[in-house]
């Protein structure tokens, strides 16, 4: 098993475990990622918009067989005026878990982050998954108390913007 960046032949793999991830976290009824859309966004935009780790066991006709994935991107600059690093999906497929896949894709983020300069890893787990809460503890995260993550739905994006507030 190595951890390595995503490749464009990694793209169809890669997107099978996202939409594992948003059955698993009971948001498939919004997902709309395509292929093509993985590859404008990781490939084609400089910078792209995304970067992503995967563990993958490479395979004897040069293939490889991706286990897991963590998707990424960098905020530039925050109030300590250093990056962070922002986990946007780590999932490891059920035949790749228990062999500390998890632990290696978190590990690759904090290379990367080290090696980028950035203050900060963060990243979101819902309440409900205790699993990957206890996961996260053992690697020394903390849950951060203090912040509530908020959001605005398309619509209400929409209902914003189209709001006369002179």
Excluded at 29 to 48: K, L, N, Y
Excluded at 135 to 153: C, H, M, R, V
């Amino acid at each position: 098993m190595v951890i390595r960046k995503l490749t464009e032949p990694d793209i169809p793999q890669v997107l099978a475990l996202m939409k594992e991830l948003a059955i698993f976290e009971q948001y498939i009824d919004v997902f709309a990622i395509t292929e093509a859309d993985v590859r404008e966004h990781g490939f084609q935009r400089s910078p792209p918009t995304f970067s992503c780790f995967v563990a993958a066991e490479p395979q004897p006709d040069g293939t490889s067989v991706i286990f897991g994935m963590l998707v990424y991107y960098i905020i530039p600059y925050t109030a300590t005026a250093t990056p962070t690093l922002f986990i946007k999906e780590l999932f490891v497929d059920a035949r790749g878990r228990g062999q500390g896949i998890g632990t290696w894709l978190m590990q690759a983020a904090a290379q990367e982050a080290r090696r980028l300069g950035c203050g900060a890893i963060k990243w979101q787990v819902a309440d409900w998954n205790t699993e990957g809460r206890q996961f996260y503890e053992k690697l020394g995260a903390q849950a951060n108390p203090t912040w509530i993550d908020y959001a605005l739905s398309a619509e209400a994006i929409q209902a914003l913007a189209d709001r006369d507030s002179r």
